[in-house]
């Protein structure tokens, strides 16, 4: 079983859209949870944290599931410029971050 | 804002040559990582170092991968004898403490011929 599992997508959605997606994780645990957003060809960018009790940034939430082990990410008000590749990253303890292969999310106008 | 900063941003090399790539992490930063990722591939893991030793490693970091902090700034990831299934993007990245967020450099393009 793959440490890290997303949906791969693509989310193709219209600006002011709802759009969501789940990743799930193998280790139980597992300590720290991160999603990453990727743009074509360029390096990794922290977009959250997520914490045990839910977070919220702006127009992005996250959840965490610790029972079932999944990490969820909604992007509320979608604009063009939220077009990226989504990671969901999971720390297994200090020394390592395990990534997920990426959900699509393209926003058209 | 402090960021990683990675040298150089693009290298071709030929087969069975060594190269090394260079990486200027964030200053106060404790833990430092070598990630790659193959066109269209996910990101993976190659190894992590803390407190000037190597913490942890996957299968992909074998002999012919080495990482070195020569110095108090610089963190380097040699490969020395390259192969064609080398080339790659790779990312260094560093973190203030362990089990928290890390962040990247842009990454070097490195392209086997």
Redesign the interface.
């Known amino acids: 079983r793959k440490e890290v599992e997303q949906d791969p997508g693509p989310f193709n959605v219209p600006e002011g859209a709802t759009v969501a997606f789940n990743c799930t994780y193998s280790n139980s645990a597992s300590q720290s949870f991160f999603w990453y957003r990727q743009d074509c060809r360029k390096e990794p960018k922290l977009l959250m944290s997520v914490y045990s009790s839910g977070n919220e940034d702006g127009r992005f939430t996250a959840q965490l599931n610790r029972a079932s082990q999944y990490i969820s990410l909604l992007i509320r008000d979608s604009k063009l410029s939220d077009s990226a590749t989504y990671l969901c990253v999971v720390g297994s303890n200090d020394y390592k971050l395990s990534f997920g292969a990426g959900t699509t999310v393209t926003v058209r106008a | 804002e402090p960021e990683v900063t990675q040298t150089p941003s693009h290298q071709v090399t030929q087969m069975g040559q060594e190269v090394i790539l260079r990486c200027v992490p964030i200053s106060n930063h404790l833990?430092f990582?070598w990630?790659r990722q193959i066109l269209g591939?996910?990101?993976?893991?190659l190894v992590?170092f803390?407190n000037n030793e190597i913490?942890?490693k996957s299968e992909i970091f074998d002999d012919q991968f080495s990482v070195e902090r020569p110095d108090g700034s610089n963190f380097t990831l040699k490969i020395r004898s390259t192969k064609l299934e080398d080339s790659a993007?790779y990312?260094c990245a560093s973190s203030s403490?362990?089990?928290?967020?890390?962040?990247?450099?842009?990454?070097t393009r490195l392209t086997v011929v």
């Open positions: 833990y990582y990630y591939q996910k990101v993976e893991f992590s803390y913490s942890e993007m990312f403490t362990g089990n928290t967020e890390a962040f990247f450099g842009q990454g």
